[in-house]
């Protein structure tokens, strides 16, 4: 067994720990804002976007209604011309609330398969950032341990001379 540690570079790990600090200080903040997007697509679809189709179905129901009366006017009123036309703008209309309802449905579809799709990743983005907090703290530990243990080696090995073994000559007798 060898007396001394074929150590070559402790530089090398106080750099490899340094980098591993800087890793773990950019990556913490990227998985954090990985989270937000997250929440800022999920609010933007169940909240934003379901209030905004919601308010335009009542707005076009109520054009729709609207567009009747006015048809039903036009009919007592028995003007052709202006029944054709009255007529049109019904159907405009019920196109328009057809169009809305349709937003909704793909909404709560959209909904369902953001749910479906993207809780897997975001597990795993947990699990990651997980890692990142508990394990990769770990190993920066563990690294200044081993530099503290290395120091403490090298500062052993220079205090104690290196007294070289006496052995005698065969021409010697020993004392």
């Not at 090398?12 to 989270?35: C, N, S, T």
């Not at 567009?67 to 011309?81: D, G, N, V």
């Not at 799709?117 to 699990?127: D, V």
């Amino acid at each position: 067994m060898a007396e001394k540690a074929q150590i070559t570079s402790v530089e090398a790990i106080e750099a490899f720990r340094a980098k591993l600090i800087v890793f773990l200080g950019q990556a913490r903040p990227v998985m954090d804002e990985v989270g937000n997007e997250m929440s800022r697509a999920r609010f933007w679809l169940q909240e934003e976007q379901r209030r905004f189709w919601e308010q335009q179905l009542r707005l076009r129901a109520r054009r729709l209604e609207e567009a009747r009366q006015e048809l039903f006017t036009a009919t007592l009123s028995k003007f052709h011309e202006s029944t054709a036309l009255r007529l049109m703008a019904v159907q405009r209309a019920q196109r328009a609330v057809a169009e809305a309802e349709a937003k909704i449905q793909m909404l709560k579809k959209w909904d369902r398969e953001l749910e479906n799709r993207a809780a897997p990743l975001m597990k795993q983005t947990e699990q990651l950032q997980g890692f990142l907090a508990t394990d990769m703290a770990r190993a920066v530990a563990h690294l200044d341990q081993v530099l503290k243990s290395l120091d403490a080696y090298c500062n052993v090995a220079l205090s104690r001379p290196e007294t070289p073994a006496v052995v005698p000559s065969p021409t010697e007798k020993p004392a």
